[in-house]
């Protein structure tokens, strides 16, 4: 299990990876980043480190690959829903969700999934010899 502070660190570098995934970052999407963000106790930490994550124009690739990571070692989480939400309100915010951000999107669950029934199989194969 990560950190609650690592944890939203990660919220906002997949965010990034989202609002990135078509190239730029669009005013409208950072405007609904706002407004979603706001609405969450620790928005101001994710919202400085999908800032962060800006300034350094960091690849997405990469980053992507980092955030599953993240959120494999720290397991299912309640704060994934909103995760979701917050990927998929962005990825309408300018003219609806094109193909790269619904890749994101759906990548973002089935990576997640997989790693998860991977770990299952682990724990069952540890526990079962």
């Known amino acids: 299990m990560i950190s609650r502070d ?3 660190q990660t919220f ?3 965010l990034y990876v989202i609002a990135m995934s078509d190239g730029v970052i669009q005013e409208k999407e950072s405007e609904v980043l706002e407004e979603i963000l706001k609405a969450h106790p620790k928005g101001k930490d994710i919202k400085w480190s999908f800032e ?3 300034q ?10 980092k955030v599953i990571e993240v959120f494999s070692d720290n397991g299912p989480d309640y704060e994934y829903d909103f995760m979701i939400y917050a990927l998929t309100k962005i ?3 300018s003219a609806g969700k094109d193909l ?3 890749e994101v999107i759906s ?3 089935e990576d997640l999934l997989e790693r998860f029934k991977g770990d299952i199989e682990k724990i069952k194969e540890k526990y079962s010899e």
């Open 52 to 54: 962060y994550e800006s």
């Open 56 to 65: 350094n124009q960091s690849d997405i690739e990469t980053l992507y690959k």
């Open 6 to 8: 690592r944890l939203y």
């Open 100 to 102: 790269k951000e619904n």
């Open 107 to 109: 990548n973002f669950s």
């Open 12 to 14: 906002g570098e997949l």
């Open 91 to 93: 990825a309408e915010a």
